[in-house]
């Protein structure tokens, strides 16, 4: 099969690249560095050329509310191009409970994209993950100073980024679900305790306490980032995993 990456060169796309390569199919790996620039299309027509499957885990520069913007361009050049090309099947990454936090920026933006891709002309299939384990380090930078790292108790089901490209390079191999896998970790866990577990496994001696109003997550409520019934749950336990970085 014939597979182009947008996003190849990143963190999970070199590893998608190389999963997919692995299995023998031909995969181009794009991104800006390759000379594709999803925002004005330049690159993409010869990106895409002979392309059975294209799978998108570019990602908005920014957060905040300009990345309604970039999802929203880069989407339609995408869908545009592939179209152009006879693309059969086009794959997203996105995050799990994306459309039930619309108080963040960045989760109404990607809930645009999905929205984009399921009423464009092309079959699809959308992943949808829970929080990567290796996002843990920035969210603890994120409310901490010296001694303390301030984190709400809500609740997450974080996932290890190679258990995620693993259901990329199924769903990008099967024909279009046209419609969403949800994929998370085997634990839930309070996002304060996750960083209380990481800390310790990294004897990092600051301590976290529980503040409901600290960090981008302090704006969730319930279970909305937990995978539901039907979720693909990955194997890889947080903790093994942790033992492996230290």
């Known amino acids: ?4 990456v947008i ?6 796309g070199s590893q998608l690249v190389s999963r997919l390569r692995e299995a023998g199919h031909e995969v181009v790996a794009s991104s800006l560095s390759t000379g594709v620039d999803l925002l004005t299309g330049a690159g993409l027509d010869q990106a895409l050329k002979g392309a059975d499957t294209v799978v998108n885990v570019s990602n908005s520069p920014t957060f905040d509310e300009a990345s309604p913007d970039f999802f929203r361009t880069t989407t339609g050049q995408l869908l545009a ?3 152009r090309a006879g693309v059969r099947h086009q794959v997203i990454l996105s995050i799990v409970g994306v459309d039930q936090v619309p108080q963040l920026d960045y989760y109404r933006a990607k809930t645009l994209q999905e929205d984009l891709l399921r009423q464009g002309p092309t079959p699809y299939s959308i992943v949808r993950a829970t929080q990567f384990f290796e996002f843990m380090d920035a969210v603890l930078s994120w409310t ?3 001694e303390t790292v301030r984190l709400p108790a809500t609740r997450v089901q974080p996932i290890s980024t190679a258990d995620v490209v693993q259901a990329l390079a ?5 024909p279009p679900l046209n419609g969403t896998l949800d994929v998370a970790g085997p634990d839930v866990f309070p996002l304060d305790e996750l960083g209380r577990r990481t800390l310790s496994a990294r004897k990092d001696p600051r301590s976290v306490t529980t503040d409901e109003t600290a960090g981008m997550f302090a704006a969730v409520e319930g279970d909305v980032l937990v995978a539901g019934p039907g979720a693909r749950l990955a ?3 947080y903790e093994d995993w942790l033992g492996t970085t230290r």
């Open 1 to 4: 099969m014939n597979i182009t």
């Open 7 to 12: 996003g190849g060169t990143g963190l999970i």
């Open 81 to 83: 191009a592939g179209e």
């Open 144 to 146: 901490a100073d010296e």
């Open 170 to 174: 199924d769903v990008a191999t099967a």
């Open 235 to 237: 194997a890889t336990h």
